[in-house]
């Protein structure tokens, strides 16, 4: 079957069943509800199984997607998350977060009907079916040992999708290898970042000890560049170091008014209710204070996110999305948009902030905007917005929350002698994610600045596979 003989008739793509908006916005429940056994083989039975199937290299990963829906189109789901986890360590997070409509669906042969296969929603059932119904496989993993019969040791820092995947890649191929975390608990941005709607932390968890019965050791609440250095770590004999902390420095507007009192950035917001579960206050005892009317700057994913987060926290009136450009420009992913309008979300498009206004007392109190039209596309490819003279005017909002993107944090990389870094501070890194330091590899949001959980572990794979050729040239 090739790109050009497609069946004009083809069965349509099984919808995911997802729970009613009036419930789920009173509820912090994973809003897909995820295929049955019966929903999953229809779709996989829908796949063409091309003979230059363009999904796997649509795919950051590389997953064989043909042999694994294959697979569940005969009912063999062990088979299926086998298959699957031959080259990704964390399928039920990728078929949940990663954004298939731009990559392996986006490439998928089907996309020509725009009917693609549920690439992403058959990843997560082979994932989900395995925690059901099978006992989690682990490899039979011979240790590799230096020439004084010591296992050959490999840091990680960073316990995010980069750090994980790179972990994970490095204990199949026989390395102890060990990750540093900041954070209390591991998982890094599938955490502290993604909403639970949207990841349950107990699939985080669940990939977690997945990676701990293959041998990977975690060491939390361990800052590198506070608790060790780098050298530090090359002197506890660790023969190579993999960094992939993220890009954890919120961006924010540079208007009048950030500094009152109920401006949060994204980050800080998404951490307290997430990793720090202040959306259970008092039980657990962070608590965040949103007031009744709140505005989320941008409209990226982390901006639904954060929206999608404050409409289901108590005595929520309103969440507003502001947004300078036209819906057509919005970075977030489609699925996202459309479920942050579903749930009541405002949003407020060719509007840009100028000032956050405050009240005697210092908190906010509203918002001052004014109306844009679109331009000459700019360098990122989009209109560029242009204000529009005495069109200024004012929302009333008692907490504004900035989702404008991230930025490298310095708190690592500003103690690294000879580390090469842009002119934006990420680490720069070849072709095989190595730094400028022999034996220190990054990849990930640290040396692409924001960018998808897939294409973190994608560069984490290379960074793995230049990891075990630098230790084979190394002669260690």
């Not at 088979?79 to 998928?108: F, H, M, W």
Request: aromatic share 6%; hydrophobic share 40%; proline share 5%.
């Amino acid at each position: 079957m090739t790109q050009d003989n497609i069946p004009k008739v083809k069965r349509q793509r099984i919808k995911m069943q997802e729970q009613d908006v009036n419930e789920r916005i009173k509820n912090f429940l994973e809003v897909p509800l995820g295929y049955t056994e019966e929903e999953a083989v229809k779709e996989a039975e829908r796949c063409l199984q091309c003979k230059d199937p363009k999904c796997i290299s649509g795919c950051p990963v590389n997953i064989n997607i043909k042999e694994f829906i294959f697979k569940i189109s005969k009912k063999d789901f062990e088979g299926a998350i086998d298959t699957i986890k031959n080259d990704n360590s964390l399928p039920a997070v990728c078929g949940r977060v990663c954004p298939q409509e731009e990559q392996c669906e986006a490439a998928c042969v089907m996309q020509k009907t725009k009917n693609p296969i549920n690439i992403g929603g058959l990843e997560r059932f082979a994932a989900d079916n395995e925690a059901k119904n099978f006992e989690i496989k682990i490899p039979v993993i011979e240790k590799k040992l230096d020439k004084n019969g010591n296992p050959i040791k490999i840091a990680i820092i960073g316990s995010g999708p980069a750090g994980l995947t790179c972990a994970g890649d490095l204990a199949k191929k026989g390395y102890e290898t060990v990750i540093y975390e900041a954070l209390h608990i591991p998982g890094g941005v599938l955490v502290y970042g993604i909403p639970e709607f949207r990841l349950p932390k107990i699939i985080v968890n669940r990939e977690v000890e997945y990676l701990k019965k293959l041998g990977v050791r975690f060491e939390l609440n361990c800052v590198i560049g506070k608790t060790f250095t780098i050298d530090d770590l090359f002197k506890m004999e660790y023969k190579a170091i993999f960094i992939g902390v993220g890009a954890g420095t919120p961006v924010f507007l540079g208007i009048p008014g950030e500094n009152l009192k109920g401006v949060y950035s994204a980050n800080e917001f998404l951490t307290r209710v997430n990793a720090m579960k202040a959306f259970l206050f008092p039980e657990y005892d962070t608590p965040v204070k949103l007031g009744e009317k709140v505005a989320i700057i941008g409209a990226g994913n982390v901006a639904m996110d954060a929206a999608r987060w404050a409409r289901r926290l108590k005595g929520i009136k309103e969440v507003h999305i502001i947004y300078r450009r036209s819906e057509s420009e919005m970075p977030a992913r489609i699925e996202e948009i459309k479920r942050a309008k579903e749930e009541g979300i405002i949003f407020n498009l060719l509007t840009n902030p100028v000032e956050i206004i405050g009240n005697q007392h210092g908190w906010v109190k509203a918002i001052k905007c004014i109306k844009m039209e679109l331009g000459e596309p700019d360098s990122s490819g989009r209109r560029r917005p242009i204000p529009i003279k005495g069109s200024e005017f004012i929302i009333e909002v008692d907490t504004v929350i900035p989702a404008l993107g991230t930025k490298a944090n310095k708190l690592l990389t500003s103690d690294v002698k000879n580390l090469k870094l842009n002119k934006w501070g990420y680490i720069e890194v070849d072709e095989n994610c190595a730094t400028s330091i022999p034996g220190v590899f990054a990849g990930g949001d640290i040396t692409t600045g924001s960018a998808t959980v897939i294409a973190a572990m994608g560069a984490a794979r290379r960074a793995a596979n230049a990891i075990d050729q630098y230790i084979k040239d190394k002669e260690i």
